[in-house]
């Protein structure tokens, strides 16, 4: 125990004065200070003087949690790094060693990490206070609605990792809006590709109030092509909607873990995002990026996420999928028919593009000019439809009342065209449908686009997408298990490793090699 008379604490500046009593600073260093008859006594606690620079609130969309900021100076005056600290984490003082130097410690006192612990906590109260949201999307604040990207005005927004090319923008002008409307024209991506990409991209910010009346988007977008058909390149150009995107720098891939993606998915609320590069090369990497995608149709195509519980048995809240997501592959992954299922096939094909426009146009959206597209629509939305609670609820009953009707119109443009359809498909023709509404809504009253236009535009939509259902009913009947038993097996025999025997013929001898089932 270090003890000490001295009458006055050395002058430290804005820490003198911070701790609540029994603590105080002596000589640069944190103590517990004793009034006695004789005097004031010191029992230093460490060598340095620590206090709770910033204290920040964090809303992850299912929780609250809350960190510190940790500063301070040692004892000779020299400022500390600062060290953020879960509060849970605070009174272990494990974070101490991790982030500082050796030569700062706690002194041997009884109860010395509590003692430092309660100190650091009365310095709360000279701490700058912050919130700070770990998740994007429309969030209800003092009563009103705002779309939360990293970058806008008003509230402080962070991602981690990889997913921090997300970023709003807080402008735009009607140039920007000209060059969206010139995606509906312009065929520089064919519309085979473009307006479903443009419907998911105009359906995502929609999602939670498709959720809130029981439509929410259950499906995921994937972009189909080999190797040179610029797959990434494209899924890049519509992710650069809702931030700073490039073909090297995706959110995620098919290298990262399935639980991470799925993990980051439920901070990406109501926006777009992308897993790049399914194409396993081997067996192990087959089975790995297999199973992947399964968690990812059944977590996108189900919104639901694994239940789990805490330490003290308490069943935490679930982090499913909250956006939607394009997956680029070389190939149709091989995950079943309820898997396919929850798949929305778009091929693309090497030499369709026009590349001289496509650079014009990343050169655009590098500048910005998609994210102040994806800005005023937002914008829109809000002004609109979310102005007030009124406005708020009829909103919600026309959303439900758009996607039941186009439901059921798909439901019999498929029939019609006697089509054999999943029950999902015309939910997520439907979704598609209500994002390109949308889009086309808004531009019509930017003055973008006149009502005949847009008709004629959403009719072609409606060529595009009953084309695309065919081509994928096809191969989800191409994934039911019988017939990826016959196909195997056809394949065996023309490689001679099986063979087909006639049922009554009983003189035939059977191969060595011989697999299969005698009726008897």
């Not at 006594?41 to 510190?68: H, M, Q, W």
Request: charge should be negative; aromatic fraction near 10%.
């Amino acid at each position: 125990m270090n003890e000490s008379t001295t009458q006055a604490p050395k002058e430290l500046g804005e820490l003198i004065g911070i701790y609540d009593t029994p603590y105080a600073l002596n000589n640069g260093c944190l103590s517990i200070e004793r009034v006695t008859k004789s005097g004031v006594y010191y029992t230093r606690l460490c060598n340095f003087a620590p206090k709770i620079v910033s204290e920040v609130t964090v809303d992850d969309g299912a929780e609250l949690t809350r960190k510190y900021l940790i500063g301070g100076k040692d004892d000779s005056g020299r400022e500390l790094p600062l060290v953020e600290v879960a509060a849970t984490e605070l009174e272990k003082m494990e974070w101490m060693l991790n982030h500082w130097d050796a030569s700062l410690d706690l002194d041997v006192v009884p109860q010395v990490q509590r003692h430092v612990r309660r100190a650091i906590k009365s310095t709360a109260i000279y701490a700058s206070k912050k919130s700070v949201f770990a998740h994007t999307g429309w969030k209800k604040i003092d009563g009103k609605y705002f779309f939360l990207l990293p970058g806008n005005e008003k509230y402080d927004v962070e991602l981690k990792g990889s997913l921090q090319s997300y970023r709003a923008a807080t402008t735009f002008n009607e140039e920007d809006l000209a060059y969206l409307s010139g995606f509906l024209y312009s065929d520089f991506i064919p519309h085979e590709v473009s307006f479903p990409c443009l419907s998911l991209v105009f359906l995502t910010p929609l999602n939670e109030f498709l959720r809130r009346v029981g439509h929410e988007p259950k499906f995921i977008l994937l972009l189909l092509g080999r190797t040179g058909s610029m797959k990434s390149t494209v899924a890049a150009l519509f992710l650069s909607f809702f931030g700073n995107f490039s073909n090297t720098d995706l959110p995620m891939s098919f290298r990262d873990t399935a639980n991470s993606i799925i993990h980051s998915s439920f901070a990406l609320k109501d926006v777009l995002t992308c897993i790049d590069d399914y194409h396993p090369t081997g067996r192990k990497e087959s089975d790995a990026m297999k199973a992947t995608m399964q968690a990812l149709a059944r977590g996108y195509g189900d919104k639901a996420a694994r239940n789990r519980l805490t330490a003290d048995i308490q069943l935490r809240e679930t982090r499913p999928p909250q956006g939607n997501a394009i997956v680029t592959a070389e190939f149709a992954p091989d995950i079943g028919e309820s898997g396919t299922a929850r798949l929305f096939c778009v091929e693309m094909k090497p030499g369709e593009l026009d590349l001289p426009s496509l650079t014009m146009i990343q050169e655009q959206a590098h500048g910005g000019m998609l994210m102040r597209c994806m800005f005023a629509y937002t914008e829109w939305l809000r002004k609109v439809y979310l102005a007030d609670s009124e406005s708020e609820e009829k909103f919600l009953a026309a959303l439900k009342v758009k996607y039941e009707r186009y439901r059921a119109e798909w439901r019999g443009k498929l029939r019609e065209k006697e089509i054999k359809y999943h029950d999902r498909l015309p939910d997520t023709l439907a979704c598609l449908e209500v994002g390109f509404c949308f889009l086309l809504s808004f531009l019509c009253q930017h003055g973008m686009l006149k009502a005949d236009n847009a008709e004629d535009i959403e009719n072609k939509l409606a060529d595009i997408l009953l084309d695309l259902a065919d081509k994928q009913s096809k191969a989800v009947e191409q994934d039911k298990p019988t017939h990826i038993f016959i196909r195997k097996f056809l394949a065996m025999v023309e490689c001679g490793q099986g063979s087909l025997i006639p049922a009554d013929d009983c003189n035939i001898v059977l191969p060595s090699s011989c697999f299969g089932y005698e009726d008897e």
